[in-house]
């Protein structure tokens, strides 16, 4: 592949072009770099105000650094070696993970002139992008000196990230800048909506979500939209109005400090088809919220569900197969802090609005 040479100043059109579609939908992005040597970050910072989407470029040029800085792992390096579509998914993953990103691009190559093979010649570069639409990764090959290879990897990498934000965005999977997550009502539900209560993902951790269960949904399953994935506490069912009064009343009485959820595996249930991620072990906090939220629903002509608690998120539904064992890419971890009230509705684009939002607070 040749991308048609240009200078730093062309490349500033499309960080323009990148920034407003950043600034429109509230994202921002962080780099991992290798081959290019922080260039990507260079010429995103050539443009002003670029602190407003921008918040960290990482240069990880030897493995030791992809592994202690982004979380790459050693097995993947040696299975797969520096230069690959494997390694720059998981440098992409440890983009959202360590500054807390909606959006990362991951860059590794074989710049030149020497260090080329014949499975992996000089001009080989391989880049992951992630973002709330998921995480994908290409392997091109530039022409050219080392100098023709970083520039096109430069500009190979913006046009690929502004072509996936500008295709989740007409698919409605992006957010706005407005707010993050699922929306609140517009409007009072009707009578064939369900209700449950679950702890919704910060928007990082959504996009790390969506990230790490890209190339584990198999073909004719329905994924879970990024904007609808959460953890669920308790499903209710369809409410009465007067019912639903009382179950916001007894919400609003419960006490339970902020906690730490830590996604680490992968499952499915086979009766239903479904194909969740979830924790190892289940934090103690969290099962004490599911406990005091089942106690007070019992006042509201609630029965409590006698079955232990297994918090899980949907990926992705119809699934017919089970997972490949330890399939998990790594650790998906945020800070809870609200629990809210949801209804389920159908029809394109998110499934779920909001309906009320409690923060957790100690007793």
């Not at 992409?92 to 860059?107: F, H, M, N, P, Y």
Request: hydrophobic share 45%.
């Amino acid at each position: 592949m040749v991308v048609e040479q240009s200078n730093d100043q062309d490349a500033l059109a499309s960080v323009e072009t990148l920034a407003a579609l950043l600034r429109t939908h509230g994202l921002r992005l962080a780099v991992a770099e290798s081959c290019t040597g922080g260039w990507l970050a260079k010429v995103l910072t050539d443009l002003p105000g670029s602190s407003d989407w921008l918040d960290r470029g990482f240069v990880t040029y030897s493995n030791a650094a992809k592994q202690s800085m982004l979380g790459v792992r050693g097995t993947t390096l040696a299975a797969h070696g520096a230069v690959s579509e494997a390694v720059v998914a998981e440098m992409a993953r440890g983009v959202l993970s360590r500054a807390g990103v909606e959006v990362a691009v991951a860059i590794s190559g074989v710049a030149g002139p020497g260090g080329g093979s014949p499975e992996k010649p000089v001009g080989t570069v391989c880049l992951a992008w992630a973002w709330p639409g998921g995480l994908e990764t290409e392997r091109l090959h530039f022409a050219g000196d080392r100098e023709a290879v970083r520039r096109q990897s430069v500009q190979a990498a913006l046009a690929g990230l502004i072509s996936r934000l500008r295709a989740s965005a007409d698919q409605a999977v992006l957010p706005s800048a407005e707010g993050q997550g699922a929306r609140a009502l517009d409007a009072p539900p009707d009578a064939g909506w369900r209700w449950f209560f679950a702890i919704w993902p910060d928007a990082p951790a959504s996009t790390a979500l969506a990230a790490s269960a890209s190339g584990l949904i198999p073909p004719g399953a329905r994924p879970t939209h990024v904007a609808d994935l959460h953890l669920t506490l308790a499903f209710l069912g369809p409410l009465a109005p007067a019912r639903l009064q009382c179950i916001e009343q007894a919400a609003g009485e419960i006490r339970c400090a902020p906690f730490e959820i830590a996604i680490e595996t992968l499952d499915r249930f086979a009766h239903a088809r479904v194909l969740w991620c979830g924790p190892a072990l289940t934090p103690r906090p969290l099962t004490t919220l599911v406990e005091r939220l089942r106690t007070a629903l019992v006042p509201c002509g609630l029965v409590a569900d006698p079955r232990p608690y297994r918090p899980h998120i949907t990926l992705a539904r119809r699934v017919m197969t089970a997972p490949p064992a330890q399939a998990w890419p790594g650790e998906v971890r945020w800070v809870a802090h609200e629990f809210v009230l949801a209804a389920g509705q159908g029809g394109p684009g998110p499934r779920y609005r909001i309906h009320r939002r409690w923060p957790l607070r100690a007793v």
